[in-house]
């Protein structure tokens, strides 16, 4: 068959949908290579993966511990700064590893992958995890420090978002990515994030239209998969004292920031305080040990839970805005509150408010906000309906992670496609 070389930079929110991605890959014959950064080793490997290390564990979870990273006014600045130097490693690595029958499948900062697409011809399908970063006029993502208003003219949109290109992005990413590209003898990049990063082969996005509809202005080789649930350890079983707790009483609130870096002090101390206005009970995953929740009987504190096996016995999930737990909440028809800290979490809770299945709080985490929006999405009837609508959509839906691969397999010569799959377009 071909090997399938995935780069995945980021958070476990990045990473996760293409572990579920490449195991559907392997289980179809192709040889698998994972790009990613070192915590992730056990994962990769266990799925059977070739592993390969973008830089190394301290500079990781050095990054992942800087404030500036999570804080929307630095956010994009810190990370870009974390990338930028892994640039050229990151190109000679993949270099190493290229084959006549490999494909390349990266995500949003696999700027590596696109310029070896450049420079030696390998087939590269770019990958779009959520929708934010397609960045559009016809329907502009939504940021905590800015947004293109919906009610501005079309053209004056369009013209917004190439000067936010053109005065903002570029600059940013133009210097060291182009510093690379000029060493490597390539002509500079321009309209980075809003063009390049775009693969001229394909262009694959983890999500399913009636989350994002397609825009005129995103590349016209996209192809929308679907959501492809993140890979969990379905053998792996909740723990007596859990399985006791959600068999004993009403269904708990589940809240998680992900691998968010947050203020636990405020954090923690706005989930007491959604506990005690709504009477409700609460299963908090967190890696830290907070004493007064620890203490609390009608709450229960955990670093992991297999999200499949745990939503579907919830009322509800009171989340940061990553796509994946979005998706794991949609699967389970469950409503959402949303509490989104940086990054593309602001676009993803302003996309779950509109399906109907959830709210989203902008500001500081605030327990009396919470509650009262967790008071309105689990006794609204409205909100009830579109959760079991959008369960049963994905129900419906064609396998991701199926879908997805068909798709990587349109660019590799030796392979047949399976079946033509229709265009999301």
């Known amino acids: 068959m071909a090997q399938i070389v995935i780069t995945a930079i980021g958070s476990a929110g990045d990473v996760h949908p293409f572990l579920a991605i490449g195991r559907t890959l392997m289980q179809r014959g192709h040889r698998v290579v994972f790009c990613t950064h070192p915590p992730f080793a056990p994962l990769v490997e266990a799925e059977g993966f070739a592993f390969v290390p973008i830089g190394t564990a301290q500079e990781y979870e050095e990054a992942l511990a800087n404030p500036a990273l999570w804080n929307p006014r630095t956010s994009f600045r810190v990370l870009w700064k974390v990338i930028a130097p892994s640039i050229r490693p990151h190109v000679d690595a993949l270099s190493s590893l290229l084959t006549d029958d490999t494909v390349m499948l990266g995500s949003l900062?696999?700027?590596a992958a696109r310029i070896v697409q450049e420079v030696h011809g390998t087939p590269y399908v770019s990958v779009q995890v959520s929708p934010s970063t397609l960045l559009s006029g016809h329907s502009p993502p939504t940021h905590k420090r800015f947004t293109v208003p919906m009610w501005l003219p079309l053209q004056v949109r369009i013209a917004s978002m190439r000067l936010i290109e053109k005065a903002v992005l570029d600059p940013a990413l133009g210097p060291a990515l182009n510093g690379v590209r000029t060493e490597i003898g390539l002509a500079p990049a321009r309209r980075i994030l809003g063009k390049w990063l775009?693969?001229?082969?394909?262009?694959?996005?983890?999500?399913?239209d009636w989350f994002a509809k397609p825009q005129p202005d995103w590349p016209a080789n996209r192809f929308l998969c679907g959501f492809p649930l993140p890979v969990e350890p379905s053998a792996t079983p909740l723990d007596d004292d859990l399985?006791?707790?959600l068999s004993s009483g009403a269904p708990p609130v589940v809240f998680t920031a992900g691998?968010?870096?947050?203020?636990e002090a405020a954090y923690f101390g706005a989930v007491e305080e959604t506990l005690r206005l709504t009477g409700a009970r609460a299963i908090v995953l967190t890696r830290s040990k907070p004493a007064s929740l620890l203490a609390n009987p009608g709450v229960r504190v955990r670093p992991f839970v297999p999200m499949h096996t745990l939503l579907?016995?919830?009322?509800?999930?009171?989340?940061?805005?990553?796509?994946?737990?979005?998706a794991l909440a949609f699967a389970s028809g469950i409503p959402q509150?949303?509490?989104?800290?940086a990054h593309d979490q602001f676009?993803?809770?302003?996309?779950?408010?509109?399906?109907g299945c959830g709210v989203r709080i902008d500001g500081p985490v605030n327990g009396r906000a919470i509650a009262t929006a967790l008071r309105h999405v689990t006794r609204d009837t409205g909100v009830a309906a579109q959760c079991v609508i959008a369960r049963q959509r994905i129900v419906a839906e064609p396998n991701a992670c199926v879908a997805a691969s068909q798709y990587i397999e349109r660019f590799v010569p030796s392979v047949p496609v399976v079946a033509e799959l229709e265009s999301s377009a």
């Open 198 to 208: 775009h693969s001229p082969d394909g262009v694959l996005c983890l999500f399913p």
């Open 312 to 326: 579907p016995r919830c009322a509800a999930i009171v989340h940061h805005g990553g796509i994946g737990t979005a």
């Open 243 to 245: 399985a006791d707790f």
């Open 109 to 111: 900062w696999a700027f």
């Open 337 to 341: 509150v949303v509490t989104p800290f």
């Open 259 to 263: 691998s968010t870096l947050i203020d």
């Open 347 to 355: 676009d993803n809770a302003a996309r779950i408010e509109k399906t």
